[in-house]
């Protein structure tokens, strides 16, 4: 509590006319006015973005220099992106600032029913980003498109059955998750706490987003690439329809550049890469990859495929070349760092407003004190802001 | 950061707004212009703009960021000062990237070791770190 007011007309009062006016609860002691402390925290955020900025401006340095560097291994291992999946996060991402937009709004105008509501919507949507990006990293893993150093792809068996159900791994912690806010729930409302139910009602929500968005990545994964959504995911009856699809593929993949059919002369290792372009690429990348192999077969008689370097500088020539662990595997550490600390930055995000959560329905925030709400909205934009950049740059290049 | 902008703030502690509250209209035509964006960059990639694509896909960004600092961030209704700060950092970034790009433009000619894989599969993978930089 004040021990010194600072505006010397209203002296030592006793303490509850402290609270009526000048130093109601939220104010710390060291300010004068809820103002004021608005402000100072609002400075202290804006530097804190300002550090964030500058630890991401390394990472955003890495990508420059290599791709500058290695234009080629960016775009042939960019096709292994699924282009579907990353719109519908960056969709999912921009609502969930709006959401939280509307939050500090909310806060703002002391909206309280309105603040929860929002707070729920934003850690909703971030629980379904989280759930989309399991289903592409376990699907990529299942694939041993990992980090340089683990890097296993094997264009003739890009979908290994040997791996790890990775997914599960990574949907336990929030299956746990669900069941200790269902749990919390549950007794809150034999207790008969209303306060706690309130709380642990849209929480239970925001968990079981995570799985929405699990499905809706399984769904669009599902959608573009069949085959290896099946293998990925175990399912029990799909490995029975698994070569059927990846022959289906193949003959849209043929009828897509008729030419390549009658260029002839094609090896094993063309068919490998048929398969590859038809389950992991769009059609632009089964054309191009076609094109690159009738340009092969034009340039050199035999179809002999190396870790050549001395590439003509070409997209489509290269597309079989960066698919090397030291090659590729550079694009995809630097795809797993930048994407994965953007994730932290999501769950980091996810705890600091499970936070307000809980305040917001303590009705802690008024007119006077949004500012909690205000500077996790800043941090939450700037997430946004990250990924805003992040998408075009790994998953649009052609 | 007591020097207070605002003439209102005279009444600032008896209950009157230091807020300023984003209009609901704004909050969602900023969101729909930032989704339209979005459809945009995905729709230009079917497309060969060469060399200018990065550019492109850069500029659409920037738009987007733009739009999101000053609405949802708040920026145009901030104190300037919060603005230069963030801003300025900006600056450094490019600072830094231009400097760093440069460099390794300069010095390395390539970040991959030297391995002579024929077999790409077979072969260890070198610890391939961030080394592009000197």
Not at chain 1, 42 to 71: D, H, N, Q
Not at chain 1, 212 to 241: F, K, Q, W
Request: aromatic share 10%.
């Amino acid at each position: 509590m004040s021990t010194i007011e600072a505006s010397p007309e209203v002296g030592h009062d006793d303490h509850g006319h402290d609270h009526d006016h000048d130093h109601p609860a939220f104010l710390a002691h060291h300010f004068d006015t809820p103002e004021q402390q608005f402000d100072s925290g609002k400075l202290g955020i804006w530097l804190f973005l300002v550090t964030e900025v500058l630890f991401f401006s390394g990472m955003f340095c890495a990508y420059a220099i290599f791709r500058a560097l290695r234009p080629e291994v960016f775009e042939g291992c960019s096709q292994f992106l699924n282009t579907k999946l990353g719109a519908i996060n960056t969709g999912v991402l921009l609502f969930s600032s709006l959401t939280m937009a509307w939050a500090v709004r909310c806060s703002q105008l002391e909206q309280h029913k309105g603040l929860v509501g929002t707070l729920a919507a934003t850690l909703s949507c971030a629980m379904i980003f989280l759930g989309v990006k399991s289903i592409e990293y376990s699907h990529k893993w299942g694939m041993g498109l990992l980090p340089a150093g683990l890097f296993a792809y094997d264009p003739s068996n890009p979908h290994p059955t040997d791996h790890p159900n990775y997914l599960m791994y990574i949907c336990i912690p929030f299956a746990i998750a669900l069941a200790g806010v269902l749990l919390w729930l549950v007794v809150s409302a034999g207790l008969g706490n209303k306060m706690h139910v309130a709380m642990a009602m849209p929480l239970t929500v925001v968990c079981l987003c995570f799985f929405v968005g699990v499905g809706l990545g399984m769904v669009l994964e599902s959608g573009d690439e069949t085959a290896e959504h099946i293998d990925v995911h175990a399912d029990p009856n799909g490995l029975a329809s698994a070569p059927v699809m990846l022959e289906a593929e193949k003959a849209a993949a043929a009828e897509a550049a008729p030419a390549i059919a009658a260029s002839g002369a094609m090896v094993s290792v063309d068919e490998s890469v048929l398969e590859i372009l038809a389950g992991d690429a769009s059609n632009t990348g089964v054309t191009s990859g076609l094109n690159a192999l009738e340009q092969q077969n034009a340039a050199a008689g035999t179809s002999t495929i190396t870790g050549d370097e001395a590439v003509v500088g070409a997209i489509t020539t290269t597309e079989i070349d960066v698919m090397t662990p030291t090659t590729a595997g550079v694009f995809f550490s630097i795809y797993y760092c930048m994407t994965g600390i953007h994730a932290i930055h999501i769950l980091a995000g996810i705890g600091v407003l499970v936070w307000l959560l809980v305040r917001a329905v303590r009705l802690d925030f008024n007119r006077q004190y949004f500012g909690p709400v205000d500077y996790v909205g800043l941090y939450w934009h700037l997430v946004d802001l990250i990924w805003i950049y992040l998408f075009p740059l790994l998953y649009l290049i052609r | 950061m007591s020097a207070h902008a605002h003439s209102e703030d005279d009444h600032g502690s008896e209950g009157h707004d230091f807020a300023h509250p984003m209009s609901v209209q704004t909050l969602l035509a900023v969101f729909f212009a930032l989704t339209f964006l979005t459809v945009i960059t995905v729709a230009q990639a079917s497309f060969d703009f060469g060399a200018f694509e990065v550019a492109t896909v850069m500029f659409i960004a920037t738009i987007k960021a733009v739009l999101v600092m000053a609405f949802f961030m708040h920026m145009i209704a901030d104190k300037p000062f919060n603005a230069i700060i963030f801003i300025g950092s900006f600056v450094f970034v490019g600072l830094f990237v231009i400097f760093t790009l440069g460099d390794s433009m300069m010095t390395s000619g390539s970040f991959e070791p030297v391995v002579e894989e024929l077999a790409p599969a077979v072969a260890e993978p070198m610890e391939v770190k961030v080394d592009g930089a000197p």
